[in-house]
């Protein structure tokens, strides 16, 4: 495993070869630059600094910690990038929600709602069943605290939309701990930092069709 180092931290580099990274982003972190002088770092910035053909594939939020897989050259980049629109690539994710969810009569949930932009309240998303587009999650129960307040469980989007598993876990009721968009006063106050993180990740290496999985255990 190796360290980025940068001025004022570090990310941790998962695996590398002549035509993909695999970085654990930390929570806080943006995966690509945002509009101001204040927003240009990010894990974009940081891994071409070291590898100046790195190129963005997929992202996740600022708040959200994990795997993140980068490009090398374009040629990656176009079929990584195909291979996510197909939904070929295996994503996973832990959160922690707010209270007792109970597990669904079978193995795995599906969440099944539509979600489009709130435009008035821009970057918000919200479930719109006339409006919204299609959008698909599996989830299932790990475990519960003593107390039943609170709830682990692991997610797998089907579709890819964005704040898709936050918009999801507050229409169930169970807003994801910390979470500074979606979740009430109380329930963003109960953690630090957005308990949830990309935890695993699968595809098929686009240049030899190797099968590639990644794990990266929850740091909560």
């Avoid at 190796?2 to 931290?9: C, F, G, N, R, S």
Wanted: net charge neutral; glycine share 6%.
């Amino acid at each position: 495993m190796a360290v980025i180092l940068m001025p004022d931290a570090a990310i941790e580099l998962l695996y590398a070869d002549d035509t993909l990274l695999v970085f654990d982003k930390p929570s806080g972190l943006l995966a690509v630059p945002g509009r101001g002088a204040d927003k240009q770092d990010c894990l974009a910035a940081r891994a071409q600094a070291r590898y100046p053909d790195a190129m963005i594939v997929h992202r996740l939020d600022m708040a959200t910690s994990g795997l993140m897989v980068m490009a090398r050259g374009a040629a990656a980049q176009r079929a990584l990038s195909q291979a996510f629109a197909a939904r070929e690539v295996h994503k996973r994710y832990i959160a922690v929600v707010a209270g007792r969810l109970e597990a669904p009569l079978e193995a795995w949930g599906l969440i099944d709602l539509p979600i489009i932009v709130d435009w008035p309240n821009r970057p918000l998303r919200i479930v719109d069943h006339q409006l919204g587009k299609p959008s698909l999650t599996r989830w299932r129960v790990l475990d519960h605290d003593a107390a039943g307040t609170r709830t682990r469980v692991e997610l797998e989007p089907v579709t890819g939309r964005s704040h898709q598993l936050r918009v999801h876990l507050r229409a169930l009721g169970h807003p994801i701990l910390g979470d500074a968009l979606y979740a009430p006063p109380e329930v963003h106050a109960q953690a630090s930092r957005l308990l949830l993180h990309a935890g695993s990740l699968g595809f098929a290496h686009p240049m030899t069709g190797e099968r590639m999985a990644f794990e990266c255990p929850a740091p909560f």
